[in-house]
């Protein structure tokens, strides 16, 4: 699954998140959230809605919030990176909160926490 990705543009790194997260909404049974979306996924790619390369840049950020502007990037992709920094700032001070804008489709959310 991750190849397909690849060749739809991802970086290696990259498909192999976007994979992860749908194959383990599959797993746990939220399939309308797994495997299925992938032609979804591609069509978005097509299109221009879902970008490959994006941009990602942070907008705003406090020892506690993160905020990010996704530049289209499959959400997967941008919601682990932003998962991430806050899980992080939440260990330093006690919270952490991310916002994303131009963000894409994320899959299942419970992934993330």
């Given at each position: 699954m991750a190849n397909i990705f690849v060749k739809a543009g991802l970086a290696p790194d990259e498909a192999n998140i976007e994979a992860e997260v749908?194959?383990?909404?599959?797993?746990?049974?939220?399939?309308?959230?797994?495997?299925?979306?992938i032609p979804s996924y591609l069509d978005s790619i097509d299109t221009g809605l879902m970008n490959t390369r994006p941009d990602i840049k942070t907008i705003k950020e406090t020892p506690a919030v993160l905020f990010?502007?996704?530049?289209?990037?499959?959400g997967p992709v941008v919601t682990t990176?932003?998962?991430?920094?806050?899980?992080e700032k939440a260990k330093s001070v006690g919270i952490g909160w991310g916002l994303l804008r131009e963000n894409t489709h994320q899959g299942a959310m419970g992934y993330y926490s």
């Open positions: 749908l194959v383990w909404a599959n797993l746990r049974g939220i399939d309308s959230h797994g495997v299925l979306r990010v502007d996704a530049d289209r990037a499959m990176e932003v998962m991430n920094r806050v899980t």
